[in-house]
């Protein structure tokens, strides 16, 4: 009790910062940093982001909650409040990701490392699970995690699995791919099916054709990893989902994180286990 | 409380008959039915059996223990004791089941439909998981077992799995396989992973070859089902594996149930879920 109070009396943010890497990495993201954050502030959950108009929000809301795979809401911010104190200390969504897209008319504009110019009071931000939090429990039991190893992005793929549509939100899941040897495919489910929070258990294995996927090899977003024969590719819904999906929609505005810079929240990813 | 007693006072074997299909079904074995249990008693647990003599028994337990997948125990015996009060009222494991198997040398040298002749005071009865049970929770599910629907025997394979070996019990791993598609092999991956006591999770999918099958159509035990070009083979570790092991282990003396003619016990499919 006393240590707890002499530590919020240090604190404050500066307190906090020595405690907990995902403030550092947003604190840094505020001062300009614009790198991925593969792989910043292990442990802690990284985010999809999506801001939208309010008259939209509601729309874009029920598309997630229809879509739970690809869409898992972390956090929301209310109407106009660049905050959200429940994915993070001092969290500022304007200024604590590396790098955002500022979309008009389905047009990437611009990609700035703040949205400080483009926030305005009637702004909802979404924070959607990201697969970087179930591939760290894949790797803690040693699963070997291809496009890692190889220090490439992960395939992704357009299917021909269509999400539930809402308002002017609809379009085709896409899926991220990632190849197991069989008995680690197995294993692969089992450890994601504990978090929901962050796309859970995979949407298909085995059968790329059956998903409208004509080429492993050729990724609609990502990079190629090879596949062996003695393999099965492993698909989950992927949180480039809702991005492409805003993408379509045809919207006059809309702000999204840049692909792989991502926002570092406090949540702990073993946090989001269900079990 | 008094409702409580008042059953057991009715009751003994008589009132709890009219309780419990389990019991019934084996008063129905020690009366002489020598037919499968594939579909008797539902929501029961059904068990394969193996009885060795006590100086075997160790090491059939030890070997049990360390290939938990096929060889989930469930219940023993007491030496000598052909009585498992844990698996049931009144269980007799010398008549409750419909029909057994005696190996001499490791051959079959008679299917007796009790085995009150046999019985000895250096005997150990074990009582194994059945596949039965998750069968059950998946069809619980709405997931089609294809086997079932054609109404033939699970088809069954040896692979190149070794198990890990005890005192003279060693060999493959025998699988059963069931085909599904993809999203519904990822769902009975879940839903088998809550019933390890029964074989647990599948141990492969996808590539029969890696686990030494060289053609699906070709199965060494039980019936050929089709595998449709849109489905996936999903493969459980098999409660024949036990039977193979002891046939391969040269013993001068075993007893194990009739495939298919499983020994029916009071406990519920749905108390093995672990979840």
Request: net charge neutral; hydrophobic share 35%; charged share 10%.
């Given at each position: 009790m006393i240590v707890g109070l002499a530590k919020k009396q240090q604190g404050g943010v500066d307190g906090e910062r020595e405690m907990l890497a995902s403030l550092q990495a947003r604190l840094a993201c505020r001062a300009?940093?614009?790198?991925?954050?593969?792989?910043?502030?292990?442990?802690f959950v990284q985010g999809n982001l999506a801001i939208l108009p309010e008259k939209l929000a509601a729309s874009f809301h029920r598309f997630c909650q229809l879509n739970p795979k690809p869409c898992p809401v972390i956090g929301m911010s209310d109407v106009?409040?660049?905050?959200i104190p429940s994915l993070g200390i001092d969290l500022d969504i304007r200024t604590d990701l590396p790098r955002y897209r500022v979309w008009r008319d389905s047009e990437v504009v611009e990609e700035p490392t703040d949205i400080m110019a483009h926030w305005r009071d009637d702004l909802v931000a979404f924070v959607l699970g990201c697969s970087f939090s179930f591939e760290e429990a894949l790797m803690a039991d040693d699963l070997p995690i291809r496009h890692i190893e190889r220090n490439v992005r992960v395939p992704m793929y357009r299917t021909n699995i269509e999400c539930s549509p809402a308002g002017p939100f609809a379009g085709p899941m896409v899926v991220s791919m990632r190849p197991f040897k069989p008995a680690d495919a197995i294993r692969a489910v089992q450890i994601t099916s504990r978090f929901p929070a962050v796309h859970?258990?995979?949407?298909?294995?085995?059968?790329?054709h059956a998903i409208g996927?004509?080429?492993?090899?050729?990724?609609?977003y990502g990079d190629p990893v090879p596949v062996e024969a003695d393999e099965i590719p492993v698909f989950w819904a992927c949180g480039v989902t809702p991005q492409a999906v805003i993408a379509a929609a045809k919207l006059p505005f809309a702000i999204t994180h840049a692909p792989g810079l991502m926002l570092v929240t406090d949540l702990r990813n073993k946090q989001l286990a269900v079990l």
């Open positions: 300009g940093m614009a790198t991925t954050t593969a792989g910043v502030a292990n442990g106009g409040n660049p905050k859970g258990a995979p949407v298909h294995l085995g059968h790329p996927i004509a080429d492993i090899a050729k990724p609609d």
